[in-house]
């Protein structure tokens, strides 16, 4: 039992480590979030926070404020695989950051079971809701991401 928890805790910190990479596509100045559903041991969705499609790759107004129609990691994700032929039903999101309300309710509403992250965004209200909802919540250090050897 303990050998195949040090795997799950290998791959979680493996693909961490893989949406923090994916987060270098964001155009976001402020904050770059990365985030990939797994299923199955199988990458099926991924995103990065960022504007819509169409939209110029600009994140922050004149005042270095996130505009309103920024979408997050999450979300963009979570879109991602509902416009394809996978399910996110039973899947583990791995973000670079805590999900935030808005988030957490679309985890929840994706059939998302768990939620692997590496850094506590300043609100926890999106972790809290994952809880009472019934999903793994697991937030690893850096140290952690950082080596293959836990």
């Not at 961490?16 to 199988?42: F, P, T």
């Not at 990065?48 to 129609?69: H, Q, S």
Request: charged share 25%; glycine share 6%.
């Amino acid at each position: 039992m303990a050998d195949i928890h040090q795997k799950t805790a290998q791959l979680d910190a493996r693909y961490l480590r893989m949406a923090r990479i994916w987060a270098e596509n964001s155009y976001c100045k402020r904050r770059q979030v990365g985030a990939l559903i797994v299923k199955d041991k199988m990458i099926i969705s991924d995103g990065y926070n960022g504007t819509p499609v169409g939209f110029e790759n600009i994140c922050e107004d004149e005042n270095d404020n996130t505009k309103a129609y920024v979408l997050h990691a999450e979300a963009n994700a979570i879109t991602k695989v509902a416009q394809s032929n996978n399910s996110s039903k039973g899947a583990t999101l791995y973000v670079t950051t805590s999900p935030c309300i808005e988030c957490a309710k679309l985890i929840i509403q994706s059939g998302i079971k768990r939620v692997v992250f590496g850094e506590v965004y300043r609100l926890t209200d999106g972790v809290d809701l994952l809880k009472r909802a019934g999903i793994e919540c697991v937030c690893l250090s850096d140290n952690e991401i950082a080596e293959d050897k836990i």
